[in-house]
């Protein structure tokens, strides 16, 4: 059974910073790609950012801005968030997909966390 356990949100001042962990167990994720999306109220559930063996991707509204990276023992995924907008304020979901081919839409990722609240303040 794959659990995705999300961490790290909360509120924060434009401009400011946080960091997201998903925590990930029931398999070997190594050969997985990793993502985290987003859904902010009355909006469809839109990529972020994900990363595989090989790198990463980034939505163009994050990029620069946004860092994604998982630690060598391929369990737990970040969300390195700064320079934070009002417009980031949204549910963050971090997400799973069984293949090393990166794909940044949602319906392409089999297992999901339960979200972590982000909300920025102007």
């Given at each position: ?14 401009g ?40 990463t ?5 994050v ?8 630690d ?51």
């Amino acid at each position: 059974q794959v659990q995705l356990v999300e961490s790290g949100g909360g509120l924060v001042q434009a401009g400011g910073s946080l960091r997201l962990s998903c925590a990930a167990s029931g398999r070997t994720f190594s050969s997985y790609t990793m993502g985290w999306f987003r859904q902010a109220p009355g909006k469809e559930r839109e990529f972020v950012a994900a990363i595989n063996w090989s790198g990463t991707d980034y939505a163009e509204s994050v990029k620069g801005r946004f860092t994604i990276s998982r630690d060598n023992a391929q369990i737990t995924v970040y969300l390195q968030m700064n320079s934070l907008k009002p417009e980031d304020t949204a549910v963050y979901y971090c997400a799973a997909r069984p293949s090393l081919v990166l794909r940044t839409s949602s319906k392409d990722y089999n297992y999901w966390g339960q979200g972590t609240q982000v909300t920025v303040s102007s």
